[in-house]
């Protein structure tokens, strides 16, 4: 899952400045990898950055990105890290270990929409997308959050993608 996670930020790596995942992240990416035994010289020195070193976290990503083999990052590869992303928060969803609105937020934002909207993932997105925000706050009844992780056990039970397709 770490590795599918790095996949999907690198090409976000060369987007435009405000479209990047910031410093702050690519750090948090290399200490999730480590605990996750992903072994890499550079991911050791981008998980021990602290705030004031954070300039340093772009290079030694892409360095961490050479060292994992994980360069060139072909459209097949990043598709396959995306899913493999999709059913790890809906797995988390399913047994609490994720808010399912947080979670339907992230297959939404990061699998779903890089994917072209797949119909396997059309009723988590539905639920996603009918989330109100007041105030930077989520406003969702119950009733809603159960349906988010309704919605997750069904495509766990289901999984028939994996190439992509809508």
Do not use: C
């Amino acid at each position: 899952m770490a590795i599918s996670l790095i996949k999907m930020a690198a090409p976000d790596h060369d987007r435009a400045v405000w479209q990047r995942p910031s410093e702050g992240q690519l750090v948090q990416l290399g200490l999730d990898a480590l605990l996750a035994g992903v072994e890499s010289p550079s991911l050791v020195l981008l998980a021990g950055l602290v705030p004031g070193e954070y300039g340093e976290a772009r290079e030694l990503f892409d360095a961490a990105l050479e060292e994992l083999g994980l360069l060139p990052l072909l459209p097949e590869a990043l598709a396959e890290a995306r899913w493999t992303a999709a059913l790890w928060w809906a797995r988390r969803i399913v047994t609490a270990d994720l808010d399912p609105v947080r979670g339907a937020r992230l297959i939404w934002l990061e699998a779903a929409a890089e994917l072209g909207y797949p119909d396997v993932l059309g009723r988590i997105v539905g639920l996603a997308t009918a989330v109100e925000v007041q105030n930077d706050q989520f406003v969702v009844p119950q009733s809603m959050r159960d349906d988010i992780a309704s919605a997750a056990q069904v495509l766990l039970n289901g999984v028939p993608h994996r190439t992509g397709g809508a």
